[in-house]
């Protein structure tokens, strides 16, 4: 028996396995529009609740209580003289 690799395997085998497959057959199937439709539903849930709680949030920034209003901040790095 003559000694062959995966290579040459690949190469004499695969052919013969396209031929058989009928593209016109080859659907998704009903689990395959399950599994989609529920990731779907998961996604548009998961916005719903990420509106609804970004909606909570309060970007307004309270005043700093230690900063009275006479005195100009000073950047960052410099000594105040």
């Known amino acids: 028996m003559p000694d062959m690799s995966a290579h040459l395997?690949?190469?004499q085998l695969v052919p013969f396995a396209a031929e058989e497959l009928d593209k016109n057959k080859v659907t998704p199937g009903v689990l395959g529009f399950v599994v989609f439709a529920v990731l779907a539903l998961a996604v548009w849930m998961l916005?719903?609740?990420m509106n609804r709680h970004m909606g909570k949030v309060s970007f307004e920034e309270?005043?700093?209580p230690d900063a009275d209003g006479t005195t100009?901040?000073?950047?960052t790095g410099t000594a105040a003289k």
């Open 9 to 11: 395997a690949l190469t």
């Open 47 to 49: 916005m719903k609740s």
């Open 62 to 64: 309270a005043p700093d």
């Open 72 to 75: 100009p901040a000073t950047p």
